[in-house]
């Protein structure tokens, strides 16, 4: 009775582990794949048809997030500076901004000992991207020592 006890023991755990690594193989397999590739390419027997609008099928795996939320990503860094003045200079070139794209918001802020002025608020780096190839292409003095930034930013 005590022998089986251990080699009882053995086989559950045995037959756990393989059951688990086939189900890490099939979730790794399908992992790549929509929902909707998932379903009509399953080998079950039968056939799925799937009707949708293809906006909807762009929908598929994007997240969201309530207006107002603050969330990881992307602003222009315009302004950076230590210097005497630089406080005066930051808050001078956000009211430039303002007057050159009024719909874009810009932040100056203070981390010791610099003082910086950002603008936009972007989910992703390729939109920070495209905003700022527009604006030099725009405004190329304005933007000259333009580049992007990671923070935290407002979903509008």
Known sequence: MRLLSPIRHS??????????S?????????????????????????????????????????????????????RIQIYTSNMRGAKQEAYRLASQVRGVAPEL?????????????SIGDYSSRQEAQQQLNALRASHPR???????VREKVRVR
């Open 22 to 74: 086939g189900s890490l193989v099939a979730q790794e397999r399908t992992q790549g794949q929509d929902i909707f590739a998932q379903i009509t390419t399953q080998t079950s027997g039968g056939q799925v048809t799937i009707t949708q609008p293809s906006w909807l099928c762009a929908l598929v795996g994007k997240t969201f997030h309530a207006p107002g939320s603050i969330i990881s990503g992307y």
């Open 11 to 20: 086989l559950v755990l045995l037959l756990s582990v393989t059951v688990l």
């Open 142 to 148: 304005l933007m000259r020592e333009a580049y992007i």
């Open 105 to 117: 918001s810009s932040y100056v802020t203070y981390s010791a000992p610099f003082w910086r002025l």
